[in-house]
């Protein structure tokens, strides 16, 4: 049985975008950083003190036993990857994923970029997985469904010949990290949940080179796992933090 989900009031709406802002503004100044000889966790140290600097935590420190103020994926990592004293590389991809708590708020994105040089194949899983978010947030307006952006968004990607994560996607989001309705990459049109105003959802599909599948590695001390292409290829991702309004939508996590 789903949760009722209540409308966010434009009070707490307000304060969405404060933290949706804020995480962007995260991501934007992480991303500034990435460059070949930096490590993950040089990045992780970045993106915890902006947060504190401006007032927020970052959310993903101490979330259910997960040890980092962000998500480091470098090429074959789908998601969750943990910062550590690894060093980016000329040629890697490697996507970061930032949410911050503002005053009881979370505003949750990512970005893959790339370091140094890369090859032309990664330039393009990059660019379509960006064109996959932007595809699946077209489609959020009040009355769709979750299907009608997981459709949108595997019809895309699955045209430029690679594959979507299917186990693991958006969710809901504002006053809970991680809400109601579950968010996939893939779907059927007018099939899933029902998108209601004034709640948020994060759009953020796991767009593989290869095969969809993926195998799952334990973190310490936590519940989190992360994850790697099964066959070892690349994998990119973009995240973005969606109001559905009354006519539509709005993106939340620009800076
Ligand atoms: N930010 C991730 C998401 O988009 C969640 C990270 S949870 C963590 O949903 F524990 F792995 F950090
Ligand atoms: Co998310
Ligand atoms: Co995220």
New binding site residues.
């Given amino acids: 049985m789903s949760r009722k989900i209540v409308p966010l009031s434009p009070e707490e709406i307000k304060k969405m975008k404060a933290a949706c802002r804020l995480a962007a503004r995260s991501l934007e100044h992480v991303g500034s950083f990435v460059r070949a000889g930096v490590t993950t966790n040089e990045l992780d140290q970045i993106v915890h003190d902006y947060n504190l600097t401006h007032g927020a935590k970052p959310a993903?420190l101490g979330?259910?036993g997960?040890p980092k103020s962000c998500?480091t994926s470098i090429n074959e990592v789908v998601c969750?990857g943990l910062p550590d004293e690894t060093v980016l590389k000329d040629g890697d991809i490697i996507n970061v994923?930032v949410?911050s708590l503002l005053d009881g708020f979370f505003g949750?994105c990512?970005a893959t970029f790339f370091v140094g040089e890369v090859s032309d194949a990664a330039r393009d899983l990059v660019e379509v997985a960006r064109l996959a978010r932007d595809k699946g947030i077209e489609e959020v307006r009040p009355g769709a469904l979750t299907g009608d952006i997981g459709f949108a968004t595997d019809k895309f990607v699955s045209r430029r010949g690679y594959s979507t994560v299917k186990e693991i996607g958006g969710?809901g989001i504002g006053r809970t990290f991680?809400d109601e309705p579950f968010v996939p990459a893939f779907g059927k049109k007018g099939r899933g949940e029902l998108l209601v105003p004034w709640h948020c959802i994060?759009v953020?599909p796991m767009v593989n080179q290869g095969v969809a599948a993926f195998v799952e590695f334990e973190i310490p001390n936590s519940s989190?796992k992360y994850y790697k292409t099964s066959d070892n290829k690349l994998s990119a991702q973009f995240?973005h933090t969606v109001l559905i309004t009354d006519t539509g939508h709005e993106i939340l996590t620009l800076p």
């Fill in positions: 993903t979330y259910h997960y998500c969750h994923d949410t949750d990512s969710h991680h994060t953020e989190i995240e």
